[in-house]
């Protein structure tokens, strides 16, 4: 089910957006828009402060732009879920997008789904690229990609404070020759 922000609720949006200061260049980007969006009963959706974080990080993963990763996450941010050798906080998921941008050039993401509940916004994320750039020591020809991630948020103020998250990696590493089909 799409649920989409009432006209009664559109006034709101402005007085809760002025509460989160974004970076000057994060303001104006476009944001992804979820294929779907489930709330909870009385939540706000797509345009609620939550779902609002998770399009700004989910922008970021699109387009690699760290203002984004900046505006969508809290100064004090998180990872619960940390791989190994990844840095605490926004120093991980900027590394991340970088090395992963450099095996895949192109790499783009998708919001598939979103649900809204209360401070949790739980995002179905799907990657899709083409494997043309390096990774570690191994030289992509040109493969695609298209691997998937589940990501539960905690949003206090209008910013990702924590992050709970899985990706398809035995998918991702067979697709980039990491490991056999």
Known sequence: M????????????PLLLSAVTLPASAQDLPLLLPRVVVAASGQ????????????????????????????????DFTDRTLPPGRAQGLAGPLAASRFMRTAIPDMRCEIEQMVVAG???????????HFS???????????????????????????IAENWHI???????????????
């Open 2 to 13: 799409t649920l989409l922000p009432s006209s009664s609720a559109r006034w709101l949006l």
């Open 44 to 75: 706000a959706t797509a345009d609620s402060p939550q779902a609002l974080a998770a399009r700004r990080y989910g922008s970021f993963w699109n387009t690699g732009d760290e203002a984004l990763a900046h505006a969508a996450l809290a100064p």
């Open 119 to 129: 401070d949790r916004v739980v995002v179905h994320l799907r990657f899709r690229g």
């Open 133 to 159: 750039g390096q990774f570690g020591q191994l030289q992509g020809r040109g493969q695609a990609v298209d691997f998937i991630a589940t990501d539960i948020y905690r949003v206090a103020d209008g910013r």
């Open 167 to 181: 990706e398809d990696n035995l998918t991702l590493m067979k697709q980039l020759g990491v490991v056999g089909a």
